[in-house]
Each structure stands twice: as C-alpha cells, then as structure tokens.
C-alpha cells in the first residue's frame, strides 16, 4: 500500500479505474451495437453533463474563451473522435492507444510552455509512443489502423487540451459544467449536418441507450472524476496518479471480457511497453504539466 494513502483512497481509486475502463466497453457498445452515431452519442453524454452540473455555469471564470478552448478539447473534440474510432476498433486496442496521452502532453508542454525533458522521460516517452505504435501498427482482429488513427487523433487533441489546464483558473468540476456546455453547443449541429439515423437508433434500443448515456454522464464524466479529484485534494499526485495506470489493463480485460475482443501479442507487447513509459513520465517532476490529466487527458 502507498504510504499515507489509506485504504478507503485506494477503494475510490479501484472505483474511478473500474468506471473509465468500462466506460470504453460502454462506448463501444453504444456507437457500435446500438447505432448511435458518434456526434450525436457525443451531445447526449454532454447534454446529461450539462443538465446536472448546470449550476456552476452561473459563475463565468475569467478569460472564458480560453476556458470553453480547453473544455471542449479535452471533452467534446476528444469523445467525438475517440468515439469514431471505437466504431471499428476494440475497446482493449482503444485503451491502449489512450496511454499516448502522457508524451504527447509532454511534448506539448515542450513545445509551448518550454518543459524541459530529461533522458528518464525521454525514455519513458520513447517507449510508451513506440507500445502505442505497436499496437496500432499490428491492430488485432476486430480493430482497423484507420479506427485506431481516429482514436489517436483524440487523444491528440485531448492531450493539446490538458497542457494548458494550468493556465486557468477555474475547479475541476467547473471546467466539467462549462466543458459539457461547449461541446453540446459545437457537436448538436453538427450531428444534425453530418450524421443520421439518431432518432431511430433511440427508438430501436432506448432503456440500452439510456443506460450507455447515464453511465458516461454521470458515473464516469460527473462521479468518478469528481472523486478523482477530490482525492488529488487530499493526497499527495504522486500517490495517486500512478494508480491511474490500471485503467488501460483493466479496459483490455473487460474488452476481452465483454465484447470478445482478440488480444494478440502485439496489442499486449504494446501495452506492456506503453505503461512502462507512461509510469516513468508519471513520476518524474513537472512544474508546468497538470499532472492528473497525464493519463486521462480529457474530462
């Protein structure tokens, strides 16, 4: 056990693992069995956000704009093409690709915030990307390069989102309710312009449907973040980030588990390799990075 964490801390860390992986599984069934389109699953998930965390929109932080930027990057534009991706690809080939999240947030905060980067993180860089790659490079049966692309391309974006976190002064759960709010005000039209069939995906399954958005909204996006970071309150990151890293192993068990997913050797090579880089990155110093978002770089 973490020193000075106690065991109710790490039962509401196994609760917030438990609830992001299944949250993959949950996706993919709702894009990819259910039929609902990825933009308009997108507006569901943020209008049920929205509609529980409305009043915290009655106080506007300062410098908005740059606010609703970063909410919707590591919200709404991450989801959205993440969600895409799931559409054919496996939750367990997604997990794996999320853990880019940490060097990418890296080499961002290199870029635009002058991070600098020793030879551990570089290495803990190297080899996280170079898992990812593998598993992407050599997707399993089940999965597609062009899924897994998509899905990379919201971790990108989550990740560009995540670097600038500390640059605002707003709470975590703030940032959900104005988030949630952008996102549904970007993705309701355009799931209206470039996508169909939403209302007869609700009609053929609705209590699945409703279940799939209940689950993501207010288990995962609203209870299991907002654990997560009243517990950063509490405790010291270092103590609870790391544990964050059972996600991703537990996300290829329940894909395994419950949507059949084929686990190959380059998918589990690949991950293996990925946490190692990731845990690297994760303990390493950093002044400028908001470390709680290096291995969930999205809300």
């Given at each position: 056990m973490p020193a000075n964490l106690p065991a109710s801390a790490l039962g509401i860390m196994l609760f917030c693992n438990v609830a992001w992986a299944m949250n993959v599984v949950v996706s993919k069934i709702a894009v990819s069995t259910l039929g609902l389109p990825p933009l308009f699953y997108t507006v569901l998930r943020s209008g049920i956000v929205l509609v529980v965390l409305f009043p915290l929109l009655r106080q506007i932080p300062a410098r908005l704009p740059v606010v609703l930027a970063i909410g919707f990057a590591i919200s709404g534009g991450s989801f959205a093409l993440q969600f895409m991706g799931l559409q054919s690809a496996t939750p367990s080939a997604v997990g794996v690709v999320t853990l880019a999240g940490a060097p990418m947030t890296v080499l961002f905060a290199v870029l635009f915030l002058g991070e600098q980067v020793r030879w551990r993180r570089g290495i803990g860089m190297a080899l996280a990307l170079g898992g990812v790659g593998l598993a992407m490079?050599?997707?399993?049966?089940?999965?597609?390069?062009?899924?897994?692309a998509l899905a990379f391309c919201g971790v990108l974006i989550?990740?560009?989102g995540s670097v600038f976190v500390k640059r605002i002064a707003i709470g975590a759960v703030a940032l959900q309710a104005w988030a949630a709010l952008i996102s549904f005000a970007i993705m309701l039209p355009a799931t209206f312009t470039f996508e169909t069939g939403q209302l007869d995906a609700i009609r053929a399954a609705p209590l699945a449907v409703a279940g799939c958005v209940v689950f993501a909204g207010v288990v995962v996006s609203i209870g299991a973040h907002s654990a997560y970071f009243k517990l950063l309150q509490a405790h010291d990151a270092n103590l609870i980030v790391?544990?964050?890293?059972?996600?991703p192993l537990l996300t290829i068990g329940f894909g395994a588990w419950l949507t059949g997913d084929a686990i190959g050797w380059p998918l589990l090579a690949g991950g293996v390799l990925a946490i190692i880089g990731v845990a690297i990155i994760v303990v390493r110093p950093s002044r400028n990075i908001f470390k709680p978002l290096l291995v969930r770089p999205r809300l």
């Open positions: 490079g050599s997707p399993a049966e089940g999965s597609s390069f062009a899924g897994l989550g990740s560009l790391p544990l964050t890293l059972l996600t």
